[in-house]
């Protein structure tokens, strides 16, 4: 499986007093990049999922800071790869870089669970979506 990068401009209001990166933030651009991953590079459409009664839920999240988080006001890559398809999880390993991709300030993993809403279990990713997903 292949890495999926997007550039991210986080807004004034993105940073603390201190000019660093709220926490919070490097969740919602993990989550962000996935999307972007499962349309531009799967060509899933991410409301499918919610159309049939399920959802993507976090079962696990790890981040590890390597730099300062020194990019205030400059544009940030984050980077995510799916790294293994097992039964219902899907393991993304992520990482944020400046701008112009030189210096790492933050990787990670994040795993998801496929989940039914409606019947309340965790259910196996369809071999269709694992075939896009090994072949992209």
């Not at 399920?54 to 730099?67: G, S, T, V």
């Not at 219902?88 to 944020?96: D, P, T």
């Not at 701008?99 to 300030?105: F, I, N, P, R, V």
Request: charged share 20%.
């Amino acid at each position: 499986m292949l890495q999926h990068a997007i550039q991210i401009s986080p807004r004034f209001s993105d940073y603390n007093v201190q000019g660093l990166l709220k926490w919070s933030l490097h969740f919602d651009f993990v989550c962000e990049a996935q999307l972007a991953q499962f349309t531009t590079r799967y060509g899933i459409r991410f409301a499918k999922y919610q159309e049939v009664g399920q959802r993507w839920n976090i079962k696990n999240y790890q981040i590890n800071m390597h730099e300062d988080n020194a990019w205030l006001m400059q544009p940030i890559w984050v980077v995510t790869d799916i790294t293994k398809l097992s039964g219902s999880n899907q393991f993304v390993e992520f990482s944020f870089w400046n701008s112009d991709q030189t210096l790492k300030y933050a990787s990670g993993s994040i795993q998801f669970e496929l989940f039914d809403m409606k019947k309340q279990v965790s259910i196996a990713i369809s071999e269709d979506d694992k075939m896009l997903f090994q072949k992209n």
